[in-house]
């Protein structure tokens, strides 16, 4: 029994292992394809909200329409920089400034988004923001805006380790 746990443990990590390696070029076609979505998306849904403005129900803060619509922009930014990055993956040359200067947008990116996630949830929470609770599904919490500020740090110090790992290439290259 404890053999075909194991071949079965091995099939399911092959099967896994195989749908992980994505190649390079398809994962710029599947960026490109959310970004253009979300593009039209964008497009659209102000569209439908201009056309359609009178007969909105509930009209937002023209400042957090606003907002909302830079932080969108945000997430098509970071779309277009991931598309870049991995074009330098697909390239065979990753380790370029051109990079460290793109994931450092990202972060900024990332940063704008979660202050407009603080600032929507604080207009509609209030008091409630970050809070915890527990139901039957376990603890929930409202801390997405902390999740982006988090993972917007750990692009600067990715962004961070690239530009030390360009300099030690460079040295590297320049003593051989």
């Known amino acids: 029994m404890d053999a075909k746990l194991r071949e079965s443990l091995k099939i399911v990590n092959t099967k896994l292992s195989s749908l ?17 979505i979300g593009l039209i ?15 909105v129900s509930i009209k937002p803060l023209v400042s957090m329409l606003l907002f909302s619509i830079v932080a969108y922009c945000c997430v098509l930014g970071i779309c277009r920089e991931l598309i ?11 380790f370029v400034i051109e990079n460290v200067k793109r994931m450092q947008k990202i972060a900024v990116y990332l940063f704008i988004i979660s202050a407009y996630v603080f600032i929507k949830d604080w207009l509609k929470f209030k008091a409630h923001i970050f809070a915890y609770n527990f139901d039957k599904t376990g603890l929930n919490t409202d801390a997405e805006g902390l999740i982006l500020v988090l993972v917007g740090l ?18 590297n290259d320049l003593t051989i």
């Not at 962004?159 to 360009?166: G, R, W």
Request: charged share 20%.
């Open 41 to 55: 998306g964008l497009i659209g849904a102000i569209f439908v909200y201009l056309m359609f403005y009178n007969f």
């Open 20 to 36: 992980l390696k994505i190649n390079d070029k398809k994962l710029n076609i599947f960026l490109e394809v959310i970004y253009y």
């Open 154 to 171: 750990f692009v600067l110090i990715l962004a961070k380790i690239f530009e030390t790992a360009i300099k030690i290439k460079d040295e």
């Open 84 to 94: 870049k990055i991995n074009s330098t993956l697909i390239s065979k040359a990753p």
